[in-house]
């Protein structure tokens, strides 16, 4: 049986002005295997790491679920919180309640709902999760472009200036795409 602390954020008033945070804290923590549910007023802040940090070393915490902002904001901080606790950063899932819920509705009652649709979603992904490793591999900085169309040139010569090796390949005997069998462009009616 999996042991799921969740975190719902109040993000200031971006979340709980919108969304019955404390009411959604008490629906959560009866849903199957979350064994801790909290909010906090800023769960990104040191304390709101910190209370994290020692519910699963305290509770025995071996899956999370923050309910926040987006994952691209802070995704980094709660894996580190989840590693400083010992507990495998992979094992953590967002639940994006801001941008997808309090950021875009008006009516408090819908936006709760949705927020817990969220909250129950990335309940259930989070159960399934398994332990994971970062790999690292070395990468040979070498671009195959295809297509030596106009798009493709352009690409070729962005990447070859930061310094990436380019093997650009074409199946036609000329490069230039559409754009060489033009007589004439618009608007100046140049040659192409």
Known sequence: MTNIGVYICHCGTNIAGVVDVEGLTQKVAKL???????????????PGQDLIREDIKNRNLDRVVVAACSPRMHENTYKK???????NPFLLEIANIREQASWVHLDKEKTTDKA?????????KVRMDEPLTSLSANVI????????????IQTSLDIANIGYDVVLVEKEQSIGGRMSQLGKTFPTLDCS
């Open 32 to 46: 199957k295997d979350v064994s801790l549910a909290k909010d906090y007023k800023y769960m990104c802040s040191e």
């Open 81 to 87: 919180v989840l590693a400083s606790a010992g507990l």
């Open 116 to 124: 817990l649709d969220l909250i129950k979603m990335a309940v259930a």
């Open 141 to 152: 900085q070498r671009v195959l472009v295809i297509g030596a169309g106009i798009a493709g």
